[in-house]
């Protein structure tokens, strides 16, 4: 694959001519590549700076991970909900994972509905719907009929296409070249 810049500068506005400002927009941030959650938090810093008052909810991520993100997002008001139990492949207890994967959609559909968050960050939700532990239909519907005031971001792994469809803005982070095939493990300040 080669990044060289073959092309000229635009000049023209590339835009469409009539733009409006929405009430809210839904984000999907997907694809294999690393940076997926680093881009939904990096709104979520946006939104701060705003005033807006933020919530994060991790559906992968358990809370015995101290992520610098959350130490962060705390220091800065945000609400950090840790709901997960971490990767699959390290349970020793799938059902049991699955029963949290459905407690936190739960608890998500709550904050989502209720309506006091300007921003809420559904952090690694595509894992839970593409292993059929949330059922993506009642998922849809409440993104879809969310209070018109609340952004959403949600990131992870192959974005199931009826989730893309309904989204504003869709980000494939595509994997061009990872530390990890390099035999390196998740470097902290870096990864977490």
Same mark, same amino acid.
């Given at each position: 694959?080669?990044?060289?810049?073959?092309?000229?500068?635009?000049?023209?506005?590339?835009?469409?001519?009539? $733009? *409006?400002?929405?009430?809210?927009?839904?984000?999907?941030?997907?694809?294999?590549?690393? &940076?997926?959650?680093?881009?939904?938090?990096?709104?979520?810093? =946006?939104?701060?700076? =705003?005033? #807006?008052?933020?919530? +994060? %909810?991790?559906?992968?991520?358990?809370?015995?991970?101290?992520?610098?993100?959350?130490?962060?997002?705390?220091?800065?008001?945000?609400?950090?909900?840790?709901?997960?139990?971490?990767?699959? #492949?390290?349970?020793?207890?799938?059902?049991?994972?699955?029963?949290?994967?459905?407690?936190?959609?739960?608890?998500?559909?709550?904050?989502?509905?209720?309506?006091?968050?300007?921003?809420?960050? !559904?952090?690694?939700?595509?894992?839970? $719907?593409?292993?059929?532990?949330?059922?993506?239909?009642?998922? $849809?519907?409440?993104? %879809?009929?969310?209070?018109?005031? %609340?952004?959403? +971001?949600?990131?992870?792994?192959?974005?199931?296409?009826?989730?893309?469809?309904?989204?504003?803005? +869709?980000?494939? +982070?595509?994997?061009?070249?990872?530390?990890?095939?390099? &035999? !390196?493990?998740?470097? *902290?300040?870096?990864?977490?």
């Amino acid at each position: 694959m080669s990044h060289e810049n073959t092309e000229s500068p635009p000049e023209t506005d590339p835009r469409p001519g009539e $733009l *409006r400002t929405p009430e809210s927009l839904l984000i999907v941030n997907t694809g294999h590549g690393k &940076g997926k959650s680093t881009a939904a938090f990096g709104i979520m810093i =946006r939104g701060v700076a =705003r005033g #807006w008052k933020v919530g +994060v %909810v991790q559906f992968v991520k358990s809370g015995d991970w101290n992520v610098g993100e959350e130490k962060i997002g705390k220091q800065l008001g945000v609400d950090w909900i840790t709901l997960g139990e971490g990767f699959s #492949w390290d349970s020793a207890n799938l059902d049991k994972d699955k029963q949290t994967g459905a407690n936190a959609w739960a608890k998500a559909h709550d904050l989502l509905m209720g309506g006091e968050y300007d921003l809420l960050i !559904f952090d690694e939700l595509t894992y839970p $719907l593409n292993w059929n532990w949330i059922e993506t239909q009642p998922v $849809l519907d409440a993104l %879809v009929g969310r209070p018109s005031h %609340v952004h959403v +971001v949600v990131t992870g792994r192959d974005a199931p296409q009826s989730l893309i469809d309904i989204a504003d803005t +869709v980000s494939e +982070v595509q994997n061009i070249k990872h530390a990890y095939q390099q &035999g !390196f493990k998740a470097k *902290r300040g870096i990864d977490f």
